[in-house]
């Protein structure tokens, strides 16, 4: 089954522990993006990348990392979170920008 | 200031009627995603549109690149369609992505 595959599907963290959501595609896609939804403010872009080895900022991407060293994994890294990154996390795939996009479930991260 | 806008932001239909979402940007864009999110938080990619419009089902998604314009319509509206429904520009500069802040719909049987 075409997925991408998000873990964990909820996380609770203390301030300043480095932590990684996981994100993995199987349909071979070369567009990948990380993305965080708060309420009042809808989804915004955190990172996104074109391909392996290729990643780009999005809207919001202070405090995150990523890499992208394989086609189908796209690993967001928090390196020391805050309370502030306390939001519900997607990743998303697809052939490209102009192509449908595949949500994972989501992850919802709170930082206490 | 917001790279797009959705209009309404909140919107409660009887079953069976037409729905009309709207949504406007302001950037460059080499296509406009409509996608359903359903209250249980996951998110479904609708339409890709680049010109003209797409149907599929009770749904249509049309785009007017001229105005910068986008509506997703639902015809005989049922209470499964209940979702947020989120419109999103992908730039043509920049390869990255704006987002509405959607539009909730509750339809009542």
Same mark, same amino acid.
């Given at each position: ?9 909820? @996380? ?23 993305? =965080? ?5 809808? @989804? =915004? ?22 890499? =992208? +060293?394989? +086609? ?15 939001? @519900? ?5 697809? @052939? ?11 992850? =919802?991260?709170?930082?206490? | ?6 209009? #309404? ?8 009627? *037409?729905?009309?979402?709207?949504? /406007? $940007?302001?950037?460059? %864009? ?8 359903? #209250?249980?938080?996951? %998110?479904?990619?609708? *339409? ?22 986008? /509506?997703?319509?639902?015809?005989? /509206?049922? #209470?499964?369609?209940?979702?947020? $429904? %989120?419109?999103?520009? *992908? ?6 992505? $704006? ?8 339809? %009542? #049987?």
């Amino acid at each position: 089954e075409a997925q991408v595959t998000q873990n964990p599907r909820y @996380l609770i963290t203390v301030t300043g522990k480095k932590l990684t959501v996981t994100c993995s595609q199987n349909m071979n896609h070369e567009y990948m993006s990380w993305y =965080r939804q708060d309420p009042g403010l809808g @989804l =915004r872009q955190i990172y996104y990348s074109m391909n392996v080895e290729v990643t780009d900022k999005g809207d919001v991407p202070e405090g995150y990392k990523v890499s =992208r +060293k394989e +086609k189908r994994n796209f690993p967001l890294i928090l390196e020391s979170p805050s309370p502030n990154q306390t939001s @519900l996390y997607f990743c998303a795939s697809s @052939l490209s920008g102009l192509y449908g996009y595949t949500f994972g479930s989501g992850t =919802r991260l709170t930082v206490v | 200031k917001n790279e797009v806008e959705q209009s #309404p932001q909140n919107l409660t239909a009887q079953e069976g009627e *037409f729905i009309t979402i709207n949504c /406007s $940007y302001s950037v460059g %864009i080499s296509a406009l995603h409509w996608l359903q999110q359903h #209250p249980g938080g996951g %998110i479904v990619s609708l *339409f890709m549109l680049s010109s003209g419009k797409k149907k599929h089902g009770r749904l249509i998604a049309t785009i007017n690149i001229q105005e910068k314009h986008s /509506s997703l319509h639902i015809t005989a /509206s049922h #209470p499964r369609d209940s979702a947020v $429904y %989120i419109c999103a520009a *992908f730039s043509n500069t920049g390869n990255q992505f $704006y987002f509405g802040t959607g539009t909730s719909l509750t339809v %009542i #049987p």
